[in-house]
DNA sequence: TTAGGGTTAG
C-alpha cells in the first residue's frame, strides 16, 4: 500500500463523515476505494449515499463482497437495521455470513425475537446452512436478552448435537444465557463442558454467579480466576452496586488498576439509583477532572442525579453538552432528559424534547411524558397524549397505565381513572396489578371518598399490603377522617410494625383533630420503640451548588442568612393580614413556639434564601423529600403575590407552581 | 463470546 493510497482513502473518508457532500468526487475513483468507503461511514445518510456510489460504478450490490459489506456496515450504523433488512430480502440466496450478520443486527437493535426468528428460518430454509458458532452465539444473546429458558435450552440442545457447545463463544453464550435465566447450576455445567476457556468465559460466570446475587462466591471466584482484565473488575464493582453495598463498591473502584468509562458510568450511575445524588456529582466532576470524556451512559446518571436533586441549571447544561457531543439522537438519553426536565419542574423544556423525536419515541418516551404532565397537573393533557399515543400505533403497557391512573388521581378526574381501570381487562386485556389497585386507592383517597377507598381495598382479589393501607392512611390523614385513620393504621402496623412514616401519619390525623393527647401517645409510643421522624428537607440551587435546609438544625452562616430573609418576609406577610394556620404542627405545644415551629419548616428557609440570593424576578425552584403542609402552602402563595415571583416547590409526590397568589395543583394535593 | 444507562402507585 503506497502512501497516495491512504491519502486517497483520508480524503474520501473525510468526504463520507461530511453528510452534506453529494460525493461527486468519487464517481471516477476505483471501484475498491468506495467499497473500502463502507467501513467509514458512522451515518445511515453517508452509508446509502456510498451505495448509490457503488451502484453508479457498476459494480452489483448482490455481488458477494460488496453485498456482505454492505449488510456488515448498515447493522453497525445507528437506525441502520431496517435499511439491512430491504438489503437482505433483496438477496436472492444469502449465505450464513449474511445470515449471521442479521441475526446480531436484530439482537443488537433489540429485536431478539426477530432474531430467533431467523435463526429458525436459517435451518428450514437452507439445508446448505448448518448454524456455526456464530449464529449460536448471536441467537444466545437473543435468548439471554428475552429471558427465555425455554428457547435457551432448545439452542443448547442444537449445539450438542453438532457438538458445538464445547465450543468457546457458544460455551460463553451458554453461560451468559443461563446467567440471565436465573439458573445458576445450569451455567455452572455450561461452563465446566467447554474445551477451552479464556477471560471472556470466566467472566461470563463471574456475571452469572453476580446476577444470582452471591456477592460472596463471586468475590472468592474473582480473587481464584486464572485470568482477569478491566471487564472483571467492571463485573464486580457492578455487582457490588447492584447489590446496594456502595461501600464496597467504592473500595473495588479505588482497587482498580485500570477504570474506563463503564467503570465510570457504573458508580456513577449507581450512586444515582441510590439517591446519593452529591456522590454522582462529585464522581462525574471528578471523571471531568481526570480529563476524561464523558459517555451517554454517564450522562444519563448524572441526569438522573439532576432528577432527584432538582438540579435544573445543571441539567440544562448537561443538555448543552449532550447536543454538543452528538448524543441528541439516541432514544434513551432524550428519554431521561425528558424526565429529568419534568422532575426539575420545566415541563415545557420536557415537551420541547419529546416533540424532538418525531418518529423515534418508544414507549417510555410516551410514559415519561404523560408522567410529566401528570406531575405538574396537567391530567387532562396526559389523557390527551395517551389517546394520541395509542393512534400512533403503539400498544400501552402496564406502566402506561399506572402512569394513567396517576394523571387522573392527581388531577381529580375520578371519573375518567375508573373507566381507565376497568379497560383494562375488558380493552387491553391486562391484568391489574397490586401498583394499579394502589393507583385506584390513591385516586378515591386524595378526592376525599376515603370510605369509598376503603371499600375498594375490602373487595379486592389481591391481598392488600402495606403501601395499600399506607396509601389509604395518608388520604386519611389529609382529609381527617380520624375514625378510619385509627382502623387503617392497625392493619399497615400488622404487616409492617416499624415505619416510622405510618406513626408520623397517625399523629398528624390527631394534631388536625385537635386530640392532642392521642397524638403524644403515639409519639411516645414512637420514641420507647426508638422510632425517629424522617427529618424534612428541602434543597434549592443557586450558581450550581446545591444547598439544602433541615427545619431545627444547627445553623450555620447559610441557614442564618435564610433565617434573616424568612423574618423579614414574615413580618411583610403578616402586614398584608396573614395567620398562620397550625393544624400541621406536630406537637401539642405552646401557641407561640408552634408559630415558630410552622414558620421554620424548611421549604420556607429554601424560599427566603432564594429570595436572598437569586437575581429579582428569577424562578425559585425547590426539591422537597415529604408532602409540604397546608400553611407552607399558604405562605408560597401570599410570597408568590407579595413578591411578584414565581415559585416551583417538588413535594414528594408532585409539583406546585405558584404565580401571582394561586397554585397550579388547585389546592388539591 | 463477558461488564455500565431510561418510564410507575406511597
Given amino acids: 500500500m503506497t502512501p497516495y493510497y491512504y491519502c486517497v482513502l483520508q480524503l474520501l473518508y473525510e468526504y463520507a463523515v461530511g453528510?452534506?457532500?453529494p460525493l461527486s468526487v468519487m464517481n471516477s475513483s476505483q471501484p475498491f476505494f468506495i467499497l473500502s468507503l463502507l467501513n467509514h461511514c458512522k451515518t445511515l445518510i453517508s452509508l446509502k449515499q456510498v451505495h448509490s456510489t457503488v451502484l453508479k460504478t457498476g459494480l452489483d450490490s448482490h455481488h458477494s463482497i460488496t453485498g456482505k459489506l454492505l449488510l456488515h456496515c448498515s447493522v453497525l450504523v445507528p437506525d441502520g437495521i431496517d435499511y439491512a433488512c430491504r438489503l437482505f430480502r433483496h438477496t436472492p440466496e444469502p449465505d450464513i455470513f449474511?445470515?449471521?450478520?442479521?441475526?446480531?443486527?436484530?439482537?443488537?437493535?433489540?429485536?431478539?425475537?426477530?432474531?430467533?426468528?431467523?435463526?429458525?428460518?436459517?435451518?428450514?430454509?437452507?439445508?446448505?446452512?448448518?448454524?456455526?458458532?456464530f449464529s449460536f452465539a448471536f441467537t444466545l444473546k437473543a435468548a439471554a436478552n428475552l429471558r427465555s429458558l425455554r428457547g435457551g435450552i432448545q439452542l443448547h440442545c442444537q449445539a450438542l448435537t453438532i457438538g458445538l457447545n464445547t465450543h468457546l463463544f457458544v460455551g460463553t453464550g451458554l453461560v451468559s444465557m443461563y446467567g440471565e435465566c436465573g439458573c445458576i447450576d445450569f451455567a455452572w455445567n455450561a461452563f465446566e463442558e467447554m474445551r477451552e476457556l479464556n477471560v471472556v468465559a470466566?467472566?461470563?460466570?463471574?456475571?452469572?454467579?453476580?446476577?444470582?446475587?452471591?456477592?460472596?462466591?463471586?468475590?472468592?471466584?474473582?480473587?481464584?480466576?486464572?485470568?482477569?482484565?478491566?471487564?472483571?473488575?467492571?463485573?464486580m464493582l457492578a455487582g457490588h452496586v447492584k447489590a446496594g453495598e456502595l461501600e464496597l463498591a467504592r473500595e473495588v473502584f479505588l482497587e482498580m488498576p485500570d477504570k474506563d468509562d463503564v467503570s465510570w458510568s457504573t458508580v456513577i450511575g449507581g450512586c444515582a439509583h441510590s439517591g446519593l445524588f452529591d456522590e454522582a456529582f462529585e464522581y462525574f466532576r471528578e471523571l471531568r477532572r481526570e480529563g476524561m470524556r464523558a459517555n451517554e451512559v454517564s450522562l444519563t446518571g448524572v441526569l438522573l442525579a439532576c432528577a432527584q436533586a432538582g438540579a435544573f441549571d445543571f441539567a440544562n447544561i448537561l443538555h448543552g453538552f449532550i447536543e454538543k457531543a452528538g448524543f441528541g439522537w439516541i432514544v434513551s438519553v432524550n428519554n431521561v432528559l425528558l424526565d429529568t426536565y419534568a422532575k426539575c419542574g420545566n415541563v415545557r423544556m420536557a415537551q420541547l424534547v419529546f416533540e424532538r423525536l418525531p418518529d423515534k419515541k418508544s414507549i417510555i418516551t410516551w410514559t415519561s411524558m404523560m408522567v410529566g404532565l401528570a406531575m405538574h397537573g396537567h391530567g387532562e393533557e396526559a389523557i390527551n397524549l395517551f389517546h394520541e399515543m395509542e393512534e400512533s400505533g403503539i400498544k400501552p403497557d402496564e406502566i402506561t397505565l399506572i402512569s394513567l391512573l396517576y394523571a387522573c388521581s392527581h388531577a381529580g378526574l375520578v371519573e375518567q381513572g375508573c373507566e381507565f381501570f376497568d379497560k383494562m381487562k375488558q380493552v387491553y386485556n391486562m391484568e391489574p396489578s397490586i401498583e394499579h389497585y394502589g393507583c385506584m386507592v390513591d385516586l378515591y383517597g386524595r378526592a376525599g371518598e376515603v370510605q369509598k377507598a376503603y371499600?375498594?381495598?375490602?373487595?379486592?382479589?389481591?391481598?392488600?399490603?402495606?403501601?395499600?393501607?399506607?396509601?389509604?392512611?395518608?388520604?386519611?390523614?389529609?382529609?381527617?377522617?380520624?375514625?378510619?385513620?385509627?382502623?387503617?393504621?392497625?392493619?399497615?402496623?400488622?404487616?409492617?410494625?416499624?415505619?416510622?412514616?405510618?406513626?408520623?401519619?397517625?399523629?398528624?390525623?390527631?394534631?388536625?383533630?385537635?386530640?392532642?393527647?392521642?397524638k403524644a401517645s403515639v409519639r411516645r409510643a414512637m420514641t420507647s420503640q426508638g422510632m425517629k421522624k424522617t427529618p424534612g428537607w428541602s434543597s434549592i440551587e443557586v450558581d450550581r451548588i446545591i444547598y439544602t435546609f433541615v427545619a431545627g438544625a444547627k445553623h450555620d452562616e447559610i441557614t442564618e442568612e435564610a433565617y434573616e430573609k424568612l423574618k423579614e418576609i414574615m413580618l411583610r406577610l403578616r402586614a398584608g393580614g396573614y395567620t398562620p394556620e397550625l393544624g400541621s404542627v406536630l406537637h401539642d405545644i405552646e401557641l407561640e413556639e408552634k408559630e415558630n415551629s410552622v414558620t421554620m419548616h424548611s421549604e420556607k428557609l429554601a424560599v427566603a434564601f432564594g429570595i436572598a440570593r437569586l437575581c429579582k424576578g428569577k424562578t425559585i425552584r425547590i426539591v422537597k423529600n415529604l408532602r409540604i403542609c397546608r400553611d407552607c402552602h399558604t405562605v408560597m402563595k401570599l410570597i408568590s403575590q407579595a413578591y411578584n415571583l414565581e415559585i416551583v416547590v417538588r413535594d414528594r409526590s408532585r409539583f406546585h407552581t405558584y404565580k401571582s397568589g394561586s397554585c397550579s395543583c388547585r389546592d388539591y394535593w
Fill in 19 to 21: 453528510v452534506e457532500e
Fill in 98 to 133: 449474511m445470515y449471521n450478520t442479521m441475526i446480531r443486527g436484530l439482537v443488537e437493535s433489540d429485536r431478539p425475537n426477530n432474531s430467533i426468528a431467523l435463526f429458525v428460518e436459517m435451518r428450514k430454509n437452507s439445508v446448505y446452512h448448518v448454524p456455526d458458532s
Fill in 202 to 235: 470466566w467472566n461470563a460466570l463471574l456475571t452469572a454467579y453476580m446476577r444470582a446475587g452471591d456477592v460472596k462466591v463471586a468475590r472468592q471466584m474473582f480473587l481464584s480466576m486464572p485470568f482477569r482484565d478491566l471487564t472483571s473488575w467492571n463485573v
Fill in 455 to 518: 371499600e375498594f381495598i375490602c373487595q379486592m382479589p389481591l391481598q392488600p399490603n402495606a403501601i395499600i393501607w399506607r396509601t389509604l392512611l395518608g388520604a386519611c390523614s389529609i382529609h381527617g377522617d380520624v375514625k378510619l385513620a385509627e382502623k387503617v393504621k392497625e392493619r399497615v402496623s400488622e404487616l409492617e410494625p416499624s415505619d416510622s412514616g405510618d406513626h408520623i401519619l397517625l399523629s398528624n390525623v390527631y394534631a388536625v383533630a385537635g386530640k392532642w393527647k392521642d
